[in-house]
């Protein structure tokens, strides 16, 4: 079998501005198009034809800001005389990663996670249960700390992305991969941003929410201080929830990010190795005999 035709990245990136051109220059002719007015002998259907009209121009707007936000392709990796700026790094243009792939790897690593978590659990019951059950946010904590270092920090995929072929990419220098893919590495500001934000964040709201809890502050009044801020602690986690599920939806229909944390700190996923299956058949019963694998070692 021959090997797959190179892409060229400056064409595809001119093709998405013509496009998007085409698309502004299109909504631009419609929301200047005349507005119609009603007809003094029939004014409901005036009246609908005016709501109408002003619907499409709210759908138009909020579909234009939603591409820009989320659907827009990213730029493509720079060949020939840009890939000398960025250190003489020759690619071809990456496939965009399937979004199953990137739900299985997060799916992989709370399995992980929580096989740990239990085994952390059954040696803390030596300690007591109640001690165990005061310092659990701290040893979570601790938990993604280890996992955290030794991978996403030191610019490693984790063990669920791995199994998938995918790891993350951001906007640090470029780093040849296997084969002729390459990708941009994370910045240390990108890996602080995903520590603070996925653990200590986390950590924190857990902690606050349960002082809150114990003091009974959710007893006070709504005019109490106490009141107002067990209050307000719960509609921020309730607007982010929300936030959450539109994100998802985006995600969806996009697949650029997987999470609001890495739509924030703009970091993307790639594949390891284009060329490549991902290295886990993610069928029940592999799946099942792979943990049960791991959980006897």
């Not at 198009?33 to 909020?62: D, F, K, Q």
């Not at 857990?206 to 009974?216: A, H, I, L, N, Y």
């Not at 703009?266 to 019963?285: C, D, G, K, Q, T």
Request: without cysteine.
């Amino acid at each position: 079998l021959g090997q797959r035709p190179k892409m060229d990245p400056d064409t595809l990136r001119t093709d998405i501005e013509r496009e998007s051109r085409r698309y502004e220059e299109w909504k631009d002719k419609l929301l200047k198009a005349p507005e119609p007015r009603a007809s003094p002998v029939s004014e409901p259907s005036g009246t609908m034809a005016r709501y109408l009209y002003r619907l499409r121009g709210m759908v138009l707007r909020w579909t234009s800001k939603i591409s820009r936000f989320a659907l827009v392709p990213p730029a493509s990796p720079p060949v020939g005389a840009s890939a000398a700026r960025d250190g003489g790094v020759g690619v071809e243009a990456a496939p965009r990663v399937m979004r199953v792939n990137q739900m299985d790897a997060e799916t992989l690593d709370e399995d992980l996670y929580r096989l740990l978590w239990s085994r952390m659990e059954r040696l803390g019951r030596h300690l007591g249960r109640e001690v165990l059950d005061q310092w659990s946010p701290e040893l979570r904590a601790v938990l993604r700390t280890i996992i955290f270092w030794n991978t996403t920090w030191k610019n490693r995929p984790t063990p669920g992305m791995e199994l998938q072929n995918i790891r993350l990419i951001g906007t640090g220098r470029w780093v040849r991969g296997a084969g002729s893919a390459a990708y941009r590495m994370l910045t240390l500001q990108q890996r602080k941003g995903l520590g603070l934000l996925l653990i200590l964040v986390p950590w924190l709201v857990e902690r606050v929410k349960g002082f809150m809890s114990d003091w009974q502050w959710y007893a006070f009044g709504r005019r109490s201080l106490r009141g107002i801020a067990y209050t307000t602690v719960d509609r921020m986690e309730q607007l982010w929830e929300a936030v959450s599920v539109v994100h998802f939806l985006l995600f969806l229909s996009g697949g650029s990010y997987r999470s609001m944390v890495e739509r924030l700190l703009r970091i993307r996923v790639a594949y390891v190795n284009p060329r490549a299956h991902r290295a886990l058949s993610f069928e029940f019963m592999n799946q099942y005999l792979v943990w049960r694998t791991v959980s006897r070692v």
